[in-house]
């Protein structure tokens, strides 16, 4: 049975990264969520909301066997092909507000605040000869390559473009699904449209000031930092004559939701209940309402898009709509003419139905859980170009043999075709 599931937030939320220690410190002064929680959140609170479901969360041995159909036996490490018990598959989590999915795009448009009637513009891709001694940001030699430009005028005869560099920061956007983006789509400082929708009125960040406690309940030296959460909380502009513009919350537009799709296997003689209620997640416990739907569609959730066919002067454009783990990366490389894309570093606790019986506690000698191997996966929004169809069809193959990560959201992507400059 496959089902739809939002999540609500309902207090600020904060979404864990892999921290990596600052100056020698063993915390970063500022603590700042992430926009999106990794998969591996999404798996662990649908395993616990089914141990809760059937009584299992304080599991004696005699119940093992059962939670192990339930839930699986571990919970995700990158070798495990066995599946989460009744817990088929999962989508990747994207954001969703009145029955639209808007996909998170960080690589299309960037900053250009020198022009006030377009202060965003979109990247154009340009297919060239290679010049003695030109760098240009492409991970292979080629015969030829590929670079990001931008104009500042109108398309023209006699417009010039200006090679990309890389200090104009990109502009992170929520975008349609079905959406193809276009110069158009951004023609003033708001940024927001049907179809556009800048990211930072959409998620909030909100700080709060935190404090360590030693075990002993004395405070460490190093103990004070700032701690950033998110709410997804839409804005609008109360005046724009400011610098920067002040915005206003608007609560009763405030129907911003996560959501993702799960397949559940009813043949392991357990239910899935669909009751709307409200959960926890994340280190500081934060509170979603958490909605289900039964979802009639044939379609598997994990259906592999189409590759449409190129015209002429065209490239595909493959769009990660998660963040991708790829552990074949020198072949992987070697067939885009251009990335241009971020990486994000990935670390997920692992616990052991049959071992684990301190779930607060790390480390497995203590009967807690423990940790998997730092890995670094492209983030979602990152795009790829391909010129021609058997060089993608080769990158989508090493993308779905990650089997592990598919399965539980992970290496998602939409296919799209774009035109390119040729100078």
């Known amino acids: 049975m496959k089902y739809n599931i939002t999540l609500k937030p309902v207090t600020p939320y904060f979404w864990g ?54 839930i699986g036996k571990s919970s995700f490490n990158a070798g495990n092909t066995n599946g989460y018990g009744a817990i088929q598959k999962i989508s990747s989590l994207q954001i969703h507000k009145g029955g639209d999915n808007y996909l998170f795009r960080s690589r299309d448009y960037f900053n250009l605040t020198e022009d006030k009637a377009h202060p965003v513009r979109k990247s ?68 927001q449209s049907k179809f556009v929708i800048d990211v930072e009125k959409v998620i909030q960040r909100t700080g709060r000031v935190g404090i360590e406690k030693a075990w002993e309940g004395n405070t460490k030296p190093n103990a004070y930092y700032k701690q950033y959460f998110r709410e997804l909380q839409q804005t609008s502009v109360i005046t724009a004559e400011t610098q920067p513009a002040i915005h206003k919350k608007m609560m009763l537009d405030a129907n911003w939701k996560f959501s993702f799709k799960m397949e559940w296997d009813e043949t392991t003689g357990f239910e899935f209940n669909p009751t709307k209620r409200f959960i926890t997640m994340g280190g500081e416990q934060s509170v979603f309402l958490l909605s289900a739907e039964p979802n009639t569609n044939a379609e598997p959730i994990d259906i592999l898009p189409t590759i449409p066919d190129l015209k002429e002067q065209e490239v595909y454009k493959l769009l990660l709509t998660s963040d991708t783990f790829i552990s074949d990366e020198e072949q992987f490389y070697q067939l885009p003419v251009l990335v241009n894309g971020s990486t994000v570093r990935f670390r997920n606790f692992i616990s052991k139905v049959d071992t684990t019986k301190q779930y607060y506690v790390r480390g497995e000698r203590k009967q807690g859980f423990g940790q998997s191997t730092p890995s670094y996966l492209l983030k979602r929004g990152s795009l790829l ?28 992507y939409k296919i799209e075709t774009e035109k390119y400059h040729q100078l």
């Open 17 to 70: 990264m892999e921290q990596v220690s600052e100056l020698g410190n063993k915390r970063n002064y500022y603590l700042e969520s992430a926009l999106f929680p990794q998969q591996t959140a999404i798996l662990g609170m649908l395993r616990y909301q089914a141990l809760a479901q059937y009584g299992f969360l304080s599991i004696p041995n005699s119940a093992k066997p059962d939670a192990r159909k339930l």
């Open 124 to 191: 154009w891709l340009e297919l060239a000869g290679l010049k003695p001694g030109e760098f240009v940001q492409a991970l292979i030699p080629k015969d030829h390559f590929a670079q990001l430009i931008y104009r500042k005028n109108a398309i023209s005869p006699t417009c010039v473009p200006e090679p990309w560099i890389e200090k104009n920061e990109f502009k992170e956007l929520l975008i349609l699904d079905d959406h193809i983006p276009a110069e158009t789509d951004i023609d003033s400082s708001s940024v």
């Open 385 to 412: 170009y391909f010129t021609d169809k058997g060089s993608l069809n080769n990158a989508i193959q090493l993308i779905n043999q990650e089997h592990a990560f598919k399965a539980i959201g992970y290496n998602y």
